[in-house]
């Protein structure tokens, strides 16, 4: 549960992070407001990480793995932000010590358990006769092949490209055949038979699904800086969905990379929980749309209703009625949604338009009050306070570099460059 953003223009970027984070164990979960999500990457140029979603990779906290990066590679000047980012995944793959084999089993079998009650859901095969062995084993086979099909348009992360099979068949065939050993004792699951026959449906399934870019759970890692070569600031969120085989399952689509220029001269950027950010940059909550589509059609089924008592009385009008029925709803939902868009497009351009003369002091504002008015949005409901504790705030510049407006820290010995002591991020 977080709440970030990165607000750049010409002359900078502002970065702002909420410090709450969920702790679950079983079915208990408890919110902590001790988490620090944005981290300095480098000292030799500005560059930071933001880090929201899953605060480990493969069990190893995500600070640890940057500071690791900082000592080692600090001394590294690149020349654009995109190399730092590669730079970054490449020295992550040569950590062999982060692809632990017991967290890398663990994620696996997890992701199985996942991706098969996503099959079962689909194939519903309790409606099946318990004997139609066959026919239940060609509707999960028919399921696995939409799916593949389905991750094949997504395409696979970077460094799973050229994996195969046969090398995904090293690392999990002892997993699968556990799992299908257990439910030879489940009596609730589908026959054991079954689970023989997709064995190796089910191992190629799974390969497309750990492997592609999808949009799962996991950690979503925002660069923001500058490289060596680059006037203007640079902002790139990289999905990362663990890893495994000495393999870090990130990607990153044109849609994530934000270059400052001239021609481009403005960012917002949220990421997690941005639904109070959208409202305020946009005059309108993300499910506004759904929310006045599903009441607008009962208030435009009422309305005909009436307009037809009203209009022909007791008599059926059978013309009036023809009339109503071409006027179908999903026409004024899209009427609706081009008028919707156009509202958003056009409360989004003023706040743009603004950020343009906004100064380092009111970027670093907005960043700030973007992420307090979540959590305390948060903090008015009844609900979990996903959002909250200390705002950690930083603007980078090309000239000044990386800068602490606001640190949480317990431990402040000396401030050298907007740095806290040892402890200092």
């Known amino acids: 549960m977080t709440a970030l953003v990165g607000v750049l223009n010409i002359r900078g970027a502002a970065i702002a992070a909420d410090s709450a984070v969920t702790i679950t164990r079983a079915n208990d979960r408890k919110i902590a407001n001790s988490a620090n999500k944005m981290l300095r990457l480098s000292s030799s140029q500005p560059v930071s990480v933001m880090i ?95 799916s593949i099909a389905s991750n094949a348009k997504l395409g696979k992360c970077p460094m799973f490209e050229n994996y195969t099979l046969e090398q995904f068949a090293e690392k999990t065939s002892s997993i699968i055949d556990k799992y299908i050993n257990v439910q030879k004792f489940d009596v609730s699951s589908c026959p054991f038979e079954v689970y023989l026959s997709i064995r190796d449906d089910l191992m190629a399934g799974l390969m497309s699904y750990v492997t592609t870019r999808s949009e799962k759970e996991g950690t979503t890692l925002v660069f923001t800086g500058y490289g060596e070569e680059e006037d203007y600031p640079t902002l790139i969120s990289a999905r990362v969905n663990d890893g495994f085989d000495e393999r870090v399952g990130f990607h990153i689509t044109d849609e994530d990379i934000v270059h400052v220029s001239p021609d481009k001269p403005v960012a917002i950027c949220p990421f997690a929980q941005t639904d109070i950010m959208y409202s305020l940059l946009t005059g309108a909550t993300p499910v506004f749309h759904e929310v006045a589509c599903e009441r607008g059609s009962r208030m435009f089924m009422d309305f005909a209703k009436n307009l037809r008592e009203k209009v022909c009385g007791e008599e059926n009008d059978d013309d ?104 200092g991020v």
């Open 52 to 146: 929201c979603g899953y605060l480990d990779f493969l069990g190893t906290p995500w600070d640890i793995i940057i500071r690791r990066y900082r000592q080692k590679r600090d001394k590294v000047s690149l020349p654009t932000v995109q190399a730092y980012v590669d730079d970054f995944f490449s020295y992550m793959v040569s950590e062999k010590k982060l692809f632990s084999d017991f967290y890398e089993k663990d994620f696996l079998r997890r992701s199985l358990i996942l991706y098969f009650e996503e099959l079962r859901d689909k194939v519903s095969y309790v409606d099946m006769e318990e004997d139609d062995k066959d026919t239940i084993i060609r509707a999960f086979r028919t399921e696995i092949k939409k």
């Open 320 to 423: 009036f009625s023809y009339i109503l029925q071409k006027v179908q709803y999903s026409d004024l939902s899209r009427s609706f949604e081009k008028y919707d868009k156009k509202i958003t497009s056009q409360s989004s351009k003023k706040w743009l338009k603004t950020l343009r003369n906004y100064d380092l002091q009111d970027m670093a504002q907005l960043a700030e009050n973007l992420v307090a008015i979540t959590s305390l949005e948060r903090h008015m409901k009844f609900r979990d306070e996903g959002v909250g504790g200390p705002v950690d705030l930083a603007i980078i510049t090309k000239n000044h570099g990386f800068t602490w407006l606001s640190r949480k820290s317990w431990y402040h010995h000396v401030d050298v460059g907007g740095r806290y002591g040892k402890f």
